[in-house]
């Protein structure tokens, strides 16, 4: 029962960092938004067309993997429109721009069509963004940097509508039934707009092909806190993923791939290679966990990681940070350790991390064989 209502709290207080942070931008909205200027309206008819990665050769009906790259070329979308979305990240009153994205689509998928988010299956590498450098200019910097958020995923939206993104086709880790594979594009952030809602069949496959990145060997496989993947992923609707050698586990551990260093008689270090970042739903909340190190003196472990250096910047910039005690008593002489009991150590930041921390540590399994 303690650990329900811990766990809550932690929710909690996450759920109110979320709040705060968009009460405080819609302060900065409500003052600083202006009104696009008055023109000609042209006539806007949205089409795209998908390509291999060269950009000239139609995707037509070739087999596509995880890790290959579609080239998206846009016309016809009115970078002016679609501005009844969500108030985060985009500010009311500012075009909204338009999703360009690769996944397994539900065949009632259509946000004009009252389909659930859920019925739209992507992963961050497979969704660009496009939007006009005008309307991207008008979302606040401070006191939350939500252009940072959309910088991220952005291609410029031309003026007579037209846009090229590149898209890496990866597959998502929860597809629902019936999708579609195929290249869409919709109405940005909440917005809705029948006219651009538009896809391209695409012939993927799940299994791997020549560019398809090969899985992170979970040599340090942690977990962080039994809480940590749900309250990202679920309570804050965001995203937990791993890049450069690091990943999340069908158990929902953070892993990272062993880099070097050795321990004997139980005294070393051992360094691992990796990035996990983890955002909250609009980014106002993302930080970074990077490139481990454990350092082992007398079987007795303590575990150190570069994290971010505030609540919002992921990997713009990191710090390392001494984070958990882990009993190691069993490592000898490098040997493979499963289960070792983690005890989070006082100090840990940003503040976000810190909240995440509150209550036990999963425990750590080392692979070192």
Do not use: C
């Not at 721009?97 to 009252?114: E, H, L, N, V, Y």
């Not at 586990?249 to 070393?268: A, M, P, S, Y």
């Amino acid at each position: 029962m303690a650990t329900g209502i811990r766990r809550s709290r932690v929710g909690g207080r996450i759920g109110t960092l979320v709040v705060m942070a968009g009460l405080s931008l819609a302060l900065v909205v409500a003052a600083g938004v202006r009104a696009p200027e008055a023109g000609a309206a042209p006539t806007f008819r949205p089409h795209i067309e998908v390509y291999l990665a060269d950009g000239v050769t139609p995707v037509g009906s070739t087999r596509v993997h995880a890790g290959d790259i579609l080239v998206v070329k846009g016309r016809g979308f009115d970078p002016n429109a679609n501005t009844g979305g969500f108030p985060l990240p985009v500010p009311p009153g500012v075009p909204n721009g338009t999703f360009i994205a690769f996944g397994a689509f539900a065949p009632k998928w259509r946000p004009s069509q009252d389909a659930p988010e859920s019925a739209r299956a992507t992963s961050r590498l497979g969704v660009q963004w496009a939007m006009s450098r005008d309307a991207l200019a008008r979302v606040p910097s401070a006191p939350f940097d939500m252009r940072r958020t959309i910088r991220q995923q952005w291609v410029p939206l031309a003026a007579d509508g037209s846009f090229t993104a590149k898209l890496k086709a990866s597959t998502p880790k929860e597809i629902p039934a019936g999708a579609r594979w195929g290249v869409y594009t919709y109405a940005a952030a909440g917005a809705v707009n029948a006219a651009q809602e538009l896809s391209v069949p695409v012939s993927y496959s799940t299994q791997p092909g020549p560019n398809t990145p090969k899985p992170a060997p979970a040599d340090l496989a942690w977990a962080y806190s039994p809480n940590f993947y749900a309250t990202v992923t679920e309570r804050s609707q965001g995203t937990v993923y791993g890049t450069d050698g690091a990943g999340v586990d069908d158990q929902d551990r953070l892993t990272f791939t062993r880099t070097g260093g050795e321990v004997l008689g139980g005294t070393g270090t051992l360094r691992f290679k990796g990035t996990i970042v983890a955002f909250t739903k609009f980014h106002l909340l993302e930080i970074a966990l990077a490139d481990p190190i454990i350092t082992v003196r007398g079987g007795k472990g303590v575990l150190s990681m570069r994290t971010s250096t505030t609540n919002m910047n992921g990997t713009d910039a990191l710090r390392r940070v001494a984070l958990a005690d882990v009993d190691l008593s069993g490592i000898g002489d490098g040997k493979s350790v499963r289960g070792a009991k983690v005890t989070f150590r006082p100090g840990i930041r940003p503040e976000v991390l810190a909240l995440l921390s509150m209550g036990a540590a999963s425990p750590l399994d080392l692979n070192l064989s």
